[in-house]
């Protein structure tokens, strides 16, 4: 194993980094569980079966307590969630087109491609095309608008002068000079460096509290590219606000960029009065400080069950505590695997609106449905629907004491865990957003302790995965408003959510 890793470390100095956190990581939970006395080693994916079975018979009722139904404006903000969403992906597919592959030779025609296709997909006008950076390229002169510069390759840079994919644009109809940070870049080449962005999850100084080490870094990078042409770009067409917007990584780096620009050490550099906002999707906690900071600018966009909203090296630790907590509570492992597959009127109810939020989740509870018994089996389909219905029966029988589940309680409720060491996301709201049969229905959480009940524990869900990647939120925004248009788009409906 070492001989690997120094290997990668020879490919990607920064690696060795990561390899310390997770050193840290595992030395960080083996102190916060030495006091615990588990001699059992459950198999992991039990306890984690156990620990996913609790949440959803406690998890959803928290989150209530602090949730509004968001019926004003509910059609203005779906449609600018939608818009800038729509607009994030078309930004990534174009700019990112065949840049992986480039040679030094190839790269200035490959982004000026690239960045003629963007106009025509955006219908811009090729003045409102402030600036594209990709990770390819070494200084901001060249930022995809073509000029003499040295071209490396991706490989060369370190984390520490790596700058995220970006774009500068001017929305002419919102009145907005839009920047517009993109995730992981992972297809069709993953980029190694924006990989270690996110995993470079330790904590930096950061305004006054400390951030997310790899996106800290990835802040500082981007505004120094950025910032002179947004400034600019505003002092040319007085009257225009700022909007960043991010998804994923862009999520993360877009809460401290936006947070930089209204009390860091660029604000009050834009001209007098601009308006900024920040519009974040699937965006994880990035922040902490003794004062508990959060900004009414930022908002923050979740698709229902996207897990990243929860993830930091804390939250994964806490994780893992659980499930030692949970194998030292002296229950049975039969009892475990019943825990798992006992079925309850609230599961049921749950899962069967589950069913209908997302049509198209491949990952859906197909034995939650309950077909007619088939006439015979002598058919794949058949077959299928009969072992369902059987193993649906079949859970219906089993039936966990209270008391087995109180232990499970206990055992959470005593671990070590200390929360004021959880990141915290720096938007003063939370839409949490389900797509019911074509129409979006949205929750709003605002203020940190309601924000918190995303951030400081991570949920386990079948779909946190598949509703945090880009498909995922594609699916969100596929309803009957995107076909029939009820309302223009307006960025100002966030100043009064």
Known sequence: MAFLVDKLAEIVPDFKDIVEIFNDMVAQHHEDTAHIEDTRKTPFPILLGVLYRYQQRTFGDELEEHAENQEDLKDEIEEVCRKYWVQTRTIG????????????????????????????????????????????????????????????????????????????????????????????????????????????????????????????IGTRNILEKSFPAVLEALENNPGLSVLVVGYSLGAGLAQLYTAQLLEGEYSGLFPEGTKIRALCYGAPPVFRCEEEKIFDEIMIVQNDKDG??????????????????????????????????????????????????????????????????????????????????????YRETIEVDPAEWEKVREALETRKVDHSQHMTLLGKNVLQMKNIGGNVSIKKYTGLKATKKFSQEIRLSKKMFGHHMPWGYSALFQTEAAENSRCAPDIGCFDFV
């Not at 409102?128 to 390229?137: G, P």
């Not at 030292?328 to 049921?348: G, P, R, S, Y």
């Not at 015979?376 to 072992?387: A, D, E, F, P, R």
């Open 308 to 393: 990243v909203i929860s993830a930091s090296i804390k939250t994964i630790n806490d994780l893992f505590n659980k499930a030692v907590a949970i194998d030292a509570a002296d229950i049975d492992q039969q009892v475990m695997v019943n825990m798992i597959l006992e079925k309850t009127k609230k599961d049921e109810s749950e899962n069967a609106n589950e069913d209908i939020v997302d049509p198209q989740d491949e990952t859906r509870d197909e034995e939650t449905v309950e077909n007619p018994r088939p006439s015979n089996i002598w058919s794949l389909g058949n077959l299928l629907t009969t072992v369902s219905r059987s193993y649906n029966h």
């Open 93 to 216: 597919h174009a700019i990112r087109k065949g840049v992986s592959s480039s040679t030094p030779e190839t790269l200035d025609s490959i982004c000026e491609e690239n960045k003629n296709a963007l106009i025509a997909e955006l219908s811009l006008a090729e003045e409102d095309l402030i600036k594209i950076w990709v990770s390819e390229l070494q200084n901001e002169e060249q930022c995809g608008l073509i000029g003499e510069g040295e071209v490396v390759p991706a490989s060369g840079p370190s984390l520490e002068n790596h700058c995220p994919d970006f774009t500068i644009t001017i929305d002419r109809e919102q009145k907005a000079v839009v920047i517009t940070l993109l995730g992981t870049r992972i297809f069709p080449t993953p980029n190694i460096h924006d990989v270690i962005m996110d995993l470079r999850a330790e904590t930096e100084p950061f305004l006054t509290g400390v951030g997310h080490s790899g996106m800290v």
